[in-house]
């Protein structure tokens, strides 16, 4: 089965910092998708990924795929309060509808 | 829009007892599913559907029983919950194959506690 490595696991960073959060599958990707979870509440969709090389933005976050690493990246610019939340990439691996999720990677942002 | 409605929202068990929880959505959602959120185990998919009628098994379906006799409704059913089964279990839907848009719509989670 496909599994996804997020890393870090956790990141505090000052407001208006810049900060990457990366997603590494154990397989071959097809799609990569990044979903945000306030705490208590369920994901959001944030973006898809298909191609090697794609980069797509969300208004201050963007994020980029690396077919050949078998990874994607998300960066935020300029980090604010709003941004805080659980960070998961999910992939769809050997059937399309089972979409796998990372563990998630626990964004605090400071004022 | 009401989107993906889950029920309850809180809900305390005894082992060895049975309960449904609920999600239904309005968007006429081809594909739902169940996930459960641990800590440290992230989200852990249950069992899906395709559409009425047609269900499967996830990553993690054994105690968990499912089926879909209308597009609108999944329920999920614990038959004799055990301590386990504490979790959070969110409900997703999407219009059809995930690979097409990847974006699953997802309820606002139950939060199960099995004594």
């Known amino acids: 089965s496909q599994e996804l490595e997020q890393s870090p696991q956790s990141l505090i960073v000052q407001e208006g910092k810049n900060l990457t959060i990366n997603c590494t599958s154990s397989?071959?990707?097809?799609?990569l998708y990044w979903y945000k979870q306030k705490y208590g509440e369920g994901l959001i969709f944030l973006m898809m990924?298909?191609?090697?090389?794609e980069e797509k933005s969300h208004e201050k976050i963007t994020a980029k795929l690396d077919e050949k690493k078998q990874q994607s990246s998300l960066h935020i610019t300029a980090s604010q309060p709003s941004h805080a939340g659980i960070y998961l990439c999910?992939?769809?691996?050997?059937?399309?509808?089972?979409?796998?999720f990372g563990k998630g990677t626990l964004l605090t942002v400071n004022p | 829009n009401a989107g993906v409605t889950q029920t309850p929202k809180f809900q305390v068990l005894k082992t060895g007892q049975s309960m449904t929880l609920q999600c239904a959505q309005d968007?006429?959602?081809?594909?739902m599913s169940w996930y459960r959120q641990d800590p440290g185990m992230g989200l852990r998919l249950i069992h899906y559907?395709?559409?009425?009628?047609?269900?499967d098994q996830g990553e993690v379906p054994n105690g968990y029983n499912v089926s879909r006799s209308t597009t609108e409704d999944f329920p999920l059913r614990l038959l004799s919950a055990a301590p386990s089964q504490t979790s959070v279990y969110f409900c997703?839907?999407?219009?059809?194959?995930?690979?097409?848009?990847?974006?699953?719509?997802f309820g606002e989670g139950s939060r199960l506690t099995v004594l």
């Open positions: 990924l298909q191609k090697g090389g």
């Open positions: 397989k071959t990707l097809y799609g």
């Open positions: 999910g992939a769809v691996g050997g059937s399309n509808y089972k979409l796998t």
């Open positions: 559907s395709v559409g009425a009628g047609i269900t």
């Open positions: 968007m006429n959602h081809e594909y």
């Open positions: 997703a839907s999407s219009y059809r194959q995930i690979t097409n848009t990847g974006e699953l719509f």
